[in-house]
């Protein structure tokens, strides 16, 4: 059963300026756990508005913050026209200065400011918190769980990239042993990003680490499957990271 939804844009006050953000939350003025959820790299966005208002109604208090408020307030770069061969790939140029100002370090100094105001929040339950994330959005989800230890308790990535690439300093791989949340990791089988190899290497260091978790392969999916407004969706998979998102959530917050 879903819950009637409120939604605000809100500015989140952070070490390095403003971010900019979505927070969406049941409409009965009573607390409900926190979720972190970070986007793509594609920004904020109607769609993302959509998934975020959905968990919302499913008893949760959802904040997606604009991640790379450095650069301007979202959009700060509109979305590609995708009917235009060359599009996607300019956009992806364009970016990239913006994605290189949130270093690793910046963003988990980001984390903490998103984390310390939903933990402010009246509309949030007190305690632990959790975090979702999508395409690059996943690895930040996965590093935050590491990084703030028991304040996560379950942690989430639908088709990140990059989680087990042993010469990327801040690939979640390395911190292994500092996760204490659950983790679930949802993979796409057509994803150059997260290849199988790459898969077993995360797999194999969550295992060493004696991580709760849960790794699977969404079939016939590629990279970027949750995403509507893009040629990467697939309706099949965008339902099911829903099921398997809000099981994960339920399973962390239900049992306290």
């Not at 140029?93 to 290189?100: E, I, K, T, Y």
């Not at 690059?136 to 942690?155: E, P």
């Not at 199988?196 to 004696?210: N, V, Y």
């Amino acid at each position: 059963m879903t819950a009637p939804v409120a939604f605000d844009a809100v500015d989140i006050p952070l070490l390095d300026g403003t971010a900019d953000a979505y927070f969406a939350h049941p409409d009965d003025g009573a607390e409900h756990p926190g979720l972190l959820f970070y986007p793509d790299a594609f920004g904020l966005r109607p769609w993302l508005r959509e998934m975020v208002e959905t968990i919302a109604a499913h008893g949760f208090a959802v904040l997606a913050p604009n991640i790379f408020y450095r650069s301007g307030r979202a959009p700060v770069l509109p979305m590609p026209d995708f009917s235009e061969p060359d599009a996607q790939a300019k956009f992806f140029a364009d970016l990239g200065p913006v994605r290189d100002a949130l270093t690793p370090d910046k963003a988990m100094r980001d984390a903490r400011g998103y984390l310390d105001w939903l933990s402010a929040n009246d509309l949030v339950t007190p305690g632990p918190l959790a975090t979702t994330g999508y395409c690059m959005g996943g690895r930040l989800s996965l590093r935050t769980a590491a990084t703030f230890g028991d304040r996560i308790a379950a942690a989430a990535s639908f088709h990140g990239g990059f989680l087990a690439a042993d010469d990327r300093p801040d690939s979640p791989h390395h911190a292994a042993a500092d996760i204490t949340a659950e983790l679930f990791i949802a993979h796409a089988d057509h994803d150059s990003s997260m290849p199988p190899e790459q898969i077993t290497h995360l797999e194999q260091a969550l295992d060493k680490a004696g991580v709760r978790y849960t790794s699977v392969v969404y079939p016939d999916a590629p990279h970027g499957f949750t995403m509507r407004d893009t040629p990467s969706y697939r309706a099949d998979a965008g339902q099911r990271h829903l099921h398997d998102l809000l099981a994960l959530l339920h399973r962390a917050f239900d049992a306290e």
